[in-house]
């Protein structure tokens, strides 16, 4: 359950602001149709996580405790960084279909591609590394991206004007450094 509540409670936080969160947002508001592009970033976050927490799980099976450990703190550490810089996303989308299946496709697509080496995909690496739970730390991980891009795509522009990015990021920033600490001095 630990890996779990971590998983989704540090991906959740980190996914604030984060460019796949301006992607949802941007998508609802360019096509209206909040059901398939909340499928589509589901199914994109699925595969990523997946793959994710299947690489963090292989190389955890390389490491010793000691090697292992210091890698994880330290990466959660640079997640603390890494969680204080904005995210910028300056393109819109140049789709013309907005059928139900061509805004699945297209959402899923854009989801998996942007979140390719994101620091919630790399989180998620790191976490299946921990703790040695790849279908608890992805399931996780998903439910802690869903639980703020549903939102964002239901809620749409008006809520990233009103959000206070720049506490959320130091508030994220904060998570990863203690979880950082953490494992640092728990082994």
Do not use: C, Y
């Amino acid at each position: 359950m630990e890996a779990f509540l971590i998983s989704a409670g540090l991906v959740s936080v980190a996914e604030i602001g984060d460019k796949t969160m301006l992607l949802a947002i941007m998508l609802a508001a360019a096509w209206r149709r909040p059901l398939p592009i909340i499928l589509g970033i589901f199914v994109a976050t699925l595969a990523n996580h997946g793959f994710a927490a299947l690489a963090g799980s292989v190389l955890a099976r390389f490491m010793d405790g000691d090697w292992l450990r210091w890698t994880v703190g330290v990466a959660f550490l640079g997640f603390a960084v890494w969680a204080l810089i904005p995210d910028r996303f300056d393109e819109t989308p140049d789709v013309t279909e907005r059928t139900f299946t061509g805004v699945f496709w297209t959402t899923t697509a854009a989801f998996f591609l942007i979140e390719m080496g994101d620091k919630t995909q790399v989180a998620t690496a790191v976490l299946a590394a921990r703790f040695e739970a790849l279908a608890v730390v992805v399931a996780g991980s998903t439910l802690g991206m869903m639980l703020v891009n549903v939102p964002a795509v239901l809620i749409g522009e008006n809520a990233a004007r009103r959000l206070p990015l720049k506490w959320i990021r130091i508030a994220a920033a904060a998570g990863f450094a203690i979880t950082g600490v953490w494992v640092l001095l728990a082994g």
